[in-house]
């Protein structure tokens, strides 16, 4: 790290994976000790749970693609929104031989991937909330979606404007917390639908 300070993007983004995965145990783990009394009426909520699910992953796989775009320095080019230069999809996507290690290593395939699912988020995040209406739900489940929507609306608008600023490292450092957020929200949400269990707490 001397002389070429940046990592592979592939490490980079296992890295990132594994924190995000500790992450998610620990705090799962302590909703489960702190807020399982708050948990009521989750047998019916099978259908938002799965389509939450569906977010979940969503989510996870553009926090991935957010670490490769960070790993390849993906953001720095093709620095307007909301096309990509002139072109909504830019040629030249797939040029790498083979194909398909494009959507992993090409910068502009891998931009282009982060944008699409960026705003797949950004459509379906606020689809599944009018979604919730549509069920009976408790306080914490009420609040946890309102948490969603609002940590993806402000996550959004930090990529853009990270993007169109080409990439300052206070924009870049403010968007990965901004992912942060938004995957322990959508983590929360989550877990305010699933049933409560029954916790065993070992005294040493």
Not at 74 to 90: C, L, R, V
Not at 126 to 145: D, E, H, I, V
Not at 178 to 197: E, K
Request: aromatic residues 14%.
């Amino acid at each position: 790290l001397v002389n070429m300070p940046r990592v592979s993007h592939y490490r980079l983004a296992a890295h990132l994976g594994l924190a995000f995965l500790l992450f998610a145990y620990l705090f799962w783990m302590i909703l489960d000790l702190a807020a399982s009394h708050l948990k009521e009426n989750t047998a019916n909520l099978k259908p938002l749970k799965a389509a939450s699910l569906a977010a979940f992953c969503l989510i996870c796989l553009q926090v991935f693609y957010g670490a490769l775009t960070a790993g390849l320095r993906a953001g720095i080019g093709y620095n307007t929104f909301p096309k990509m230069g002139d072109e909504w999809i830019p040629s030249g996507m797939f040029s790498m031989d083979p194909a398909w290690a494009s959507v992993f290593e090409s910068n502009l395939t891998v931009q282009f991937i982060h944008r699409a699912l960026a705003w797949l988020l950004a459509i379906g995040i606020p689809l599944l909330y009018a979604y919730s209406r549509l069920f009976t739900l408790n306080r914490p489940q009420k609040f946890a979606f309102n948490l969603l929507l609002l940590s993806l609306f402000i996550q959004f608008l930090l990529g853009v404007f990270t993007l169109i600023n080409y990439v300052p490292i206070s924009l870049a450092v403010t968007h990965q917390a901004g992912a942060f957020v938004l995957f322990g929200a959508s983590l929360y949400v989550l877990h305010t639908l699933s049933p409560a269990r029954r916790i065993m707490v070992l005294h040493l």
